[in-house]
């Protein structure tokens, strides 16, 4: 007989918690996140079409995937050689941060194109400044999310 799996709730609070482990751990996570909540808004303010926001959900996705997948990869490789000089091991970190750099360019690109060649820069400017001033709870989300990504950074480099 197969083991028992441990109930959902359990799993779901331990995948959670891997997210905020890396997130509190991995700055560079925490800027895509910022990153990744500043297009979003952006989306919103300029009334992403359907397919738009799908596009856009799924190259944020992407980039936060490749970058936990980044983080994972690098943890474990620094356990298995326990502080040893290793090419293969120097090879493996840079190619993983390889695919976080090229789903990171995708994004730059689907950002350029979503925002300033689908439609003007200066319409995706003004859109954004009417939302901000319309719903001022939209600029608090911005806010929060710089606020988070700069001060765990801040209070993670205060404690190294």
């Not at 007989?1 to 751990?25: H, K, N, S, T």
């Not at 992403?48 to 856009?56: C, D, K, P, Q, R």
């Not at 936060?64 to 690098?74: I, W």
């Not at 360019?105 to 350029?112: C, E, P, R």
Request: contains cysteine; glycine residues 8%; hydrophobic residues 60%.
């Amino acid at each position: 007989m197969p083991p028992e799996r441990p109930p959902f709730c359990l799993r779901l609070q331990v995948a959670l918690r891997g997210l905020w482990i890396a997130y509190r751990d991995e700055p560079n996570l925490r800027f895509q996140v910022f990153a990744g909540t500043v297009a979003a808004v952006v989306g919103w303010a300029v009334g992403l079409s359907g397919w738009e926001v799908a596009y856009l959900a799924l190259t944020i996705g992407l980039v936060l995937f490749a970058e936990l997948v980044n983080t994972a990869l690098e943890r474990t490789v620094d356990l298995a050689g326990q502080n040893r000089s290793s090419t293969l091991a120097g090879d493996a970190k840079d190619i993983a941060a390889g695919a976080v750099l090229l789903t990171s360019l995708h994004a730059l690109l689907a950002g350029v194109w979503l925002f300033a060649v689908q439609r003007p820069l200066l319409v995706t400017l003004h859109q954004l400044v009417d939302l901000l001033v319309a719903r001022p709870w939209a600029a608090a989300l911005l806010l929060l999310a710089a606020f988070g990504w700069l001060w765990l950074g801040r209070s993670r480099a205060l404690s190294n």
